[in-house]
């Protein structure tokens, strides 16, 4: 099986950098210490070299992820280990936040590198969900991400078949939303606006899928694809014995150009942005919350109620309070969906990170 690189992705630009007696491959997965690289001879698993490990050691962004460009080398005992990690022309990173000196957050060198050379990132928001119309606000913040990780975010309204009541005014509403971006109208389900979709991954360009649970993310990765991708696919072990592993596509080339990196992680970040993003931008309200009599108050009727309190005086907006409410909801029942000890992981950050804007914020002078 060979693969011309230039349909992954590679370019004369990339070539120049890449190092002397190495040759290039492109990551389709990554996994503890060791990757599974497609390279013009096929697909490898490979370990990491000495100037990867060493690298890395101080800043896990210097680790391999999928999507990037490794430099292979070929070792006196028979096998390729990475040599390099090639300069990304863009990456999705999951900080690694903490306070810097001026009390405003930043990167704290435990960033994680989710995916990198993506193009594309495709925000995907249904036009319905159950009862509701599509989320404007999730769509601000996904865009505000993909513009953060360096690709060019592309808004697809999915599910349009589900929008009855005409879709024009829905889409002037999202352009607005999101100005000077592109916005499509998608029924993977009929196959309607997926070959626009497709289009715009011509010259082998790369894409992700970013959205909330139900979005419809798979269903397009699917149509993309022609309904030829598959879970898993079955390789032969490259240790040798004949074993057979299997190996998740997260990398994913569609038939007739472009990619698509699809991995759980990328879809995760939508899911801690928002859950994340709740909490800091209702930081008001949950300054108020902690200041409730009960702990566990729901801020319906309880006595002592301070965020009731507010909305009293007018301190609180009721709209505010509304829109926290559903941010809330929306935030738990996603997060019900991903994994439980991460998400664990995810809330202490959070939780030491408040307390820490509390206490710089009482502090400052
Ligand atoms: N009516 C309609 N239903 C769709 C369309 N695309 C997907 N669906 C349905 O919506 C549901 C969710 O689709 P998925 O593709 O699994 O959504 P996802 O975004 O990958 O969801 P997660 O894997 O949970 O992140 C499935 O029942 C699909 O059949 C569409 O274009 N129209
Ligand atoms: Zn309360």
Known sequence: MSFDLSLLGWTDVRAAE??????????????????????????????YGARVRRASAGDPVALPCVGDWAALRWLPEGRFEVDAVLPRSSAFVRGGVSRDSRGGLSGDGQGQVLAANVDIVFVAEPSMHSTDFADLGRI????????????????????????????????????????????????????????????????????????????????????????????????????????????????????????????????????????????????DIEALAGQCRFDDC??????????????????LPERRLHSWRKLQREAAWMAGRTDARLRKEQQNKWKIIHKEMRRSGRNRP
């Open 18 to 47: 890449l190092p002397v007696d190495t040759v290039p491959a492109r990551v389709a997965r990554v996994d503890r210490g060791a990757a599974e690289v497609i390279a013009a001879d096929g697909q490898h698993h490979v370990r």
């Open 140 to 283: 601000e913040r996904l865009v505000a991400l993909a513009w953060e990780s360096g690709g060019t975010p592309v808004v697809l309204l999915t599910k349009s078949d589900l929008f009855e009541q005409g879709l024009d005014g829905l889409l002037a509403d999202v352009r607005a939303a999101a100005p000077g971006v592109e916005v499509h109208a998608v029924s993977s389900m009929l196959g309607e606006g997926v070959q626009p979709v497709r289009g715009l991954l011509g010259g082998s360009r790369t894409a992700v899928v970013l959205g909330p649970s139900g979005a419809g993310k798979s269903t397009l990765v699917n149509a993309l694809a022609g309904g030829e991708v598959m879970e898993t696919q079955q390789v032969r072990a490259a240790d040798g014995r004949g074993r057979h592993t299997t190996v998740h596509r997260e990398l994913i080339p569609l038939p007739g150009g472009g990619l698509v990196i699809d991995t759980p992680g990328i879809r995760r970040v939508g899911l801690y942005e928002m859950s994340e993003g709740v909490d800091l931008v209702f930081s």
């Open 298 to 315: 729901g801020h319906d009727s309880e006595p002592g109620c301070a965020v009731l309190a507010a909305l009293e005086s007018g301190e």
